[in-house]
């Protein structure tokens, strides 16, 4: 009888915290449980994986919107940018110059 007794104690314990809460309360409270559920599925496969291309295919080839991808230099606000090489993350594009590598 004391399994019994120790299950309506807690049943009673959540009866009697289901009466504080308020609206709001109860409602992020579901939400949060309804939320890590879902998540809970979701990381031992629940749902199963679509196979999809890493890039659809395009519906129209559209030579003009094309084009301007073939090229490798841009003018972008009065500056010279090549895709062709490596990003300086360290240059300062304005005065030329190059920023420290190390933290001050």
Do not use: C
């Amino acid at each position: 009888m004391s399994n019994r007794s120790a299950q309506l104690d807690k049943l009673a314990w959540y009866a009697n915290r289901l009466k504080t809460m308020s609206l709001p309360e109860i409602n992020y409270r579901l939400n949060t449980a309804a939320r890590k559920k879902y998540e809970r599925w979701q990381k031992v496969g629940y749902f199963p994986k679509l196979s999809r291309p890493a890039y659809p295919s395009p519906i129209l080839s559209i030579p003009e919107l094309t084009a301007p991808f073939e090229t490798k230099e841009y003018h972008i606000f009065g500056r010279h940018l090549r895709i062709d090489q490596p990003i300086d993350w360290h240059l300062d594009v304005v005065s030329g110059g190059r920023f420290p590598l190390d933290y001050s």
